[in-house]
């Protein structure tokens, strides 16, 4: 039986302790019909990777969702991918994740790597871009002659920082306001494309009436905790929100403007096998080409090399304490 190394974790040790995380030799499960059996190349850490490092697993687990790496073996049924081809990808929450070399993904929820990027900054974007494009086209359903105002509520982060991208290289009617804490995010965001920004330290209402005095029609978040008096007042009537971070919300005060809350999970799609699973596949496809087009750029910001227990423990406390700019990525191993 193959074997790879694998970095995990079996109890939820702070980061910074040492062991929080540790490589092992562990058993290459068989590869599944639908399967790509991958030689992992780079990785990045997304803050559900930290969030799940603190629930005891037991068992050692492996973290893990983006990676970029080459095609080594495919199952019976694959017909999107041949062994060779280099490809990029989210993975699902239900399997074992990509902190190890050879990895298996279901085909359907991969895709092929931008080909004018390095590995690394490939492995920025997979789960991020599901998350953004999910947002902004399958749970807002914006046609791409859409119209109106977009608020981005963590546009500095990984999410906010290709939704920024996505909104304005696929919809020039939309204008994008940004939030961004101090200049330098501010620049930031602004070279993704936002056309105005706002501080969410400040008053983020009186800051985006000011722009759009009749409220903005759309608002993304990823920070939406305790916000939901203030998206009350800065979405316009029968407006639409989508949240991607996690409840309870009582969202009882958007009632009197008959504005919408929609919730968006990247793992939704495989998670529960839906029939369109292969949407992931072809958005990702989607994102390689606007990539290699020049229209999008990966947003990766800290790369640390080689992939082991250390430099994977750095990248979760920099993730972990919850002001990245841009992505976290890990490349190469020992
Ligand atoms: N549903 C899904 O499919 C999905 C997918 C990916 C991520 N998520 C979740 O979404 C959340 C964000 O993840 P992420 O990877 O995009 O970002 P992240 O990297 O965790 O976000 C950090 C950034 O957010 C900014 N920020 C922090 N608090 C903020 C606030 N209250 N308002 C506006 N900006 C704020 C920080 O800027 P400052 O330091 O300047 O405040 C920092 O630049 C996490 O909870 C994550 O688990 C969900």
Same mark, same amino acid.
Do not use: C, Y
């Given at each position: 039986m193959t074997s790879t190394t694998a970095i995990g974790y079996q109890t939820d040790l702070p980061s910074s302790a040492p062991n929080s995380l540790f490589a092992r030799e562990i058993p290459v499960a068989e590869t599944g019909p639908h399967d790509l059996l991958v030689e992992v190349e780079a990785v990045s850490v997304n803050p559900v990777d930290v969030k799940l490092r603190k629930q005891p697993s037991g068992d050692f687990r492996v973290l893990g969702f983006d990676a970029a790496g080459v095609v080594q073996g495919v199952g019976e049924a694959v017909t999107l991918f041949r062994p060779g081809d280099e490809v990029y990808y989210a993975g699902s929450i239900d399997r074992p994740g990509t902190n190890q070399?050879?990895?298996?993904?279901?085909?359907?929820?991969?895709g092929h790597k931008p080909r004018s990027v390095s590995f690394a900054e490939a492995a920025s974007l997979p789960l991020t871009s599901i998350a953004a494009w999910e947002a902004l086209f399958t749970c807002l359903?914006?046609?791409? =002659?859409? #119209?109106?105002?977009?608020?981005?509520?963590?546009?500095?982060?990984?999410?906010?920082?290709?939704?920024?991208?996505? *909104?304005? $290289?696929?919809?020039?009617?939309? +204008?994008?306001?940004?939030?961004?804490?101090? =200049?330098?995010? $501010?620049?930031w965001v602004r070279g993704l494309g936002a056309q105005h920004t706002v501080d969410h330290r400040g008053d983020l209402a009186e800051q985006v009436l000011a722009l759009v005095p009749g409220g903005v029609d759309w608002l993304f978040t990823a920070h939406s905790d305790g916000q939901i008096e203030t998206y009350a007042e800065v979405v316009r009537p029968f407006g639409q929100i989508v949240a991607i971070d996690?409840?309870?919300?009582?969202?009882?005060?958007?009632?009197?403007?008959?504005?919408?809350?929609?919730?968006?999970? @990247?793992? #939704?799609?495989?998670?529960?096998?839906?029939?369109? @699973?292969?949407?992931?596949?072809?958005?990702?496809?989607?994102?390689?080409?606007?990539?290699?087009?020049?229209?999008?750029?990966?947003? *990766?910001?800290? +790369?640390?090399?080689?992939? #082991?227990?250390?430099?994977?423990? =750095? *990248?979760?406390?920099?993730?972990?304490?919850?002001?990245?700019?841009?992505?976290?990525?890990?490349?190469?191993?020992?």
């Open positions: 070399r050879l990895h298996l993904v279901d085909e359907r929820i991969v359903r914006l046609p791409l =002659e859409a #119209t109106g105002t977009l608020l981005v509520v963590g546009a500095t982060g990984g999410v906010g920082s290709i939704l920024v991208q996505i *909104a304005r $290289a696929l919809l020039p009617g939309v +204008t994008v306001i940004a939030t961004a804490s101090d =200049e330098e995010r $501010a620049d996690d409840g309870p919300r009582d969202v009882s005060p958007l009632k009197a403007k008959s504005i919408g809350w929609l919730w968006e999970l @990247m793992f #939704t799609r495989p998670l529960n096998q839906t029939a369109d @699973m292969v949407e992931q596949h072809h958005l990702l496809d989607q994102v390689a080409d606007l990539v290699d087009d020049g229209r999008l750029r990966p947003t *990766a910001t800290h +790369t640390l090399s080689p992939i #082991t227990a250390d430099t994977l423990s =750095e *990248a979760h406390q920099i993730v972990g304490g919850g002001r990245t700019l841009g992505k976290v990525v890990l490349q190469g191993w020992t």
